[in-house]
């Protein structure tokens, strides 16, 4: 499909990408469910907005909106949330409608602040997504995003009359990115932070990437406004592509062929971050130096990291981030917070449902209330201790909230759902003497769509979404379980195993975890008229790019009719499986086109072609000596 250039114009005056419409937009309304009239008079009679433009160490000066009590009788805390998606409303006469993590915050009296990072919107400098941390700096223009926060807050404490010497800071996806960061090299001033879904490592599970395999759509979408060059500071947005010509992404992208037309017939080459992307295959040094997790040494001031079961951007982010910091005895307390939520669905609504799904509370009400606000309020104003456990997670099965001296918990352990002849799954390994395999044919050309709606937007139904879809079409393998006897409870990791080959020399395996209901299930759901009886709920999903199965950094051709074992993260999950349930694995090569086609020819998939694309035979084996499973954490007790 070609893309005009006129049609590429007229899309750049429409819209946003989704993304970044939820981010700029939604989330600047965080808190009580969304824009409040009430709120919003609190705000502007109890607040005076200053905006500032702080210089940086090395000259460069960034945009600052300071929300500052208009009661002077006491001092206040120093809330941060530095983001690249913009501090709007721009103006001293123009306010927020909401300010804080929470208007819990605004209403107990904080000193709120946000900054466009260095780059973007109305703040000087060359913006660089993702900045790589600079450990050993040596002149003043040697500068990252640590040294930015470091060089704010500095600023804020010394020019911002009123505050008690006290800083906390947040931000959610992105500005959850700069929050992990402002953690290394801490102000001493810093005293409390949470990331919130921090996009922390954009080639291993966030966004971009998940084990080598590119997210074409979500990444497609928010690139075309985020990657867009900024010649000079503006309180505009980009806008992003909206020219799709059809409700159905898996038609446009279907349209548009091999990645590297979106270069060549929209982009045109100009997409900075896109090009980076289509420029590093591999986990080369240019995508390690982008992850914080190996700087996190050290820590002091006191972490909460939150994210959500149904995050369908950042899941991976906030449990690498706790448990990067755990695994360096930090010397303040860290804990995490799981709930059952999509991107930032903690911090707006009251978050008692998704889709097909009830929680039984109002889990995000409850988040902000009993968690985030004491939290914060300990730390920056010596408020009664919380006493948060290290890990607060809900489970998913069940709609409760758990408490844990760790994570995953002690008392986990690890067993294998081994796949089994005619679509079987157990607890038991295969005793079958032969080796036996399941067969399928992926064809590049008609691809397993990611979900059963019509979308061109990536949206975030399809983590939580009825599974049935794809459970019959001929390239996707179902692995059922009898019935439940008992529920089964899992409380950690989740890691795929599957000894394969296939007559091509790569693949994407997808690996869903899938809970099944009953036939008699209670038609409990949100949506009126919907069936619940055989519903299948995805608990967990994930993709492998194969080539990457011994090294990400060193990508291998698979050897075509060799057995292969690849195994891979799925990331983690809390979830319980009641009686009378049934646990499900789902297994295909292809979830378009939320991640982009495998050719299934051992090539740098940037640069493919359409004579690239071959249909494949996979096998998926399963005997004693080739036991293909999913690992799962189950937990006995889930208190």
């Not at 824009?35 to 160490?57: F, G, Q």
């Not at 402002?182 to 922390?200: E, G, M, N, R």
């Not at 992208?253 to 929209?266: S, W």
């Not at 890990?391 to 089994?420: C, M, S, V």
Request: hydrophobic share 35%.
């Amino acid at each position: 499909m070609k893309i005009t250039t006129n049609q590429w114009q007229q899309a750049s005056g429409v819209v946003l990408c989704l993304f970044l419409s939820l981010l700029a937009n939604r989330l600047a309304a965080q808190a009580s469910g969304g824009i409040n009239k009430a709120d919003s008079a609190y705000v502007r009679e109890n607040y005076t907005k200053l905006e500032r433009m702080v210089p940086m160490r090395d000259g460069v000066k960034l945009f600052t909106s300071i929300y500052v009590p208009k009661n002077t009788d006491q001092t206040y805390p120093i809330m941060l949330d530095r983001t690249p998606y913009s501090v709007a409303p721009y103006g001293e006469d123009k306010y927020k409608t909401s300010i804080g993590p929470s208007m819990l915050f605004a209403r107990d009296g904080y000193i709120i602040v946000y900054q466009d990072v260095r780059g973007k919107y109305m703040s000087e400098g060359d913006f660089v997504a993702v900045k790589p941390y600079m450990p050993n700096k040596k002149k003043k223009t040697d500068v990252d995003e640590i040294s930015d926060t470091y060089d704010t807050i500095d600023w804020l404490l010394k020019n911002i009359p009123n505050n008690n010497g006290r800083v906390g800071t947040w931000g959610i996806s992105a500005p959850g990115f700069y929050t992990t960061t402002t953690l290394i090299d801490a102000h001493p001033a810093l005293k409390a932070a949470s990331p919130q879904a921090p996009v922390t490592d954009w080639f291993m599970g966030d966004d971009r990437h998940h084990n080598g395999a590119f997210f074409l759509m979500g990444t497609f979408a928010f690139l075309s406004s985020y990657g867009q060059p900024r010649p000079e500071p503006t309180p505009k947005n980009s806008p992003g592509f909206s020219a799709y010509g059809t409700p159905s992404g898996y038609e446009f992208y279907m349209n548009l062929g091999p990645i590297k037309n979106a270069n060549e017939q929209i982009f045109k080459g100009k997409n900075a971050i896109w090009n980076e992307m289509m420029d590093h295959e591999a986990y080369d040094a240019f995508w390690q130096a982008r992850t914080p997790v190996p700087y996190l040494k050290n820590i002091k001031p006191a972490v909460m990291t939150v994210g959500g079961w149904f995050d369908q951007e950042d899941l991976y982010g906030p449990l690498k981030v706790y448990a990067g910091i755990e695994r360096n005895n930090p010397q303040s307390p860290n804990s995490l917070v799981m709930g059952p939520w999509i991107h930032g669905g903690w911090s707006r609504g009251p978050g008692e449902t998704l889709g097909n799904i009830r929680f039984g509370d109002k889990t995000s009400v409850f988040y902000r209330e009993t968690i985030e606000f004491p939290f914060f309020g300990h730390y920056l104003k010596d408020k009664p201790d919380p006493q948060l456990p290290k890990a607060y997670i809900f489970d998913t099965g069940l709609n409760q909230w758990n408490k844990y001296d760790q994570w995953p918990p002690k008392t986990a352990q690890e067993k294998k759902l081994y796949f089994h002849p005619n679509g079987k799954l157990s607890f038991d390994m295969p005793q079958i003497s032969q080796t036996p395999f399941d067969e399928y044919v992926s064809d590049p050309k008609k691809p397993v769509p990611y979900t059963a709606e019509i979308r061109n937007v990536r949206g975030s139904d399809f983590m939580y979404e009825d599974q049935r879809f794809a459970a019959t079409r001929p390239d996707v393998m179902v692995y059922e379980s009898d019935t439940l006897t008992e529920d089964v409870t899992i409380a950690g990791n989740v890691l795929a195993d599957l000894f394969v080959s296939t007559t091509g020399t790569d693949a994407d395996f997808v690996v869903k975890l899938i809970d099944v209901y009953p036939a008699a299930a209670p038609n409990n759901s949100p949506i009126p008229g919907t069936k619940m009886g055989g519903f299948q709920l995805l608990v967990r999903g994930e993709v492998m790019r194969a080539k990457f199965r011994n090294s990400f950094s060193k990508p291998e051709a698979m050897k075509p009719g060799e057995v292969t074992e690849v195994k891979f993260d799925m990331q983690d999950a809390a979830h319980t499986f009641k009686k009378g349930h049934k646990l499900m694995v789902q297994a295909q090569s292809s979830w378009f086109p939320l991640v982009d086609r495998n050719p299934q020819t051992f090539v740098n998939i940037y640069q493919a072609t359409e004579a690239d694309f071959k249909k494949a035979t996979h096998r998926i084996y399963f005997s004693p000596q080739q036991p293909s499973s999913v690992m799962v954490s189950v937990l006995k007790d889930p208190n």
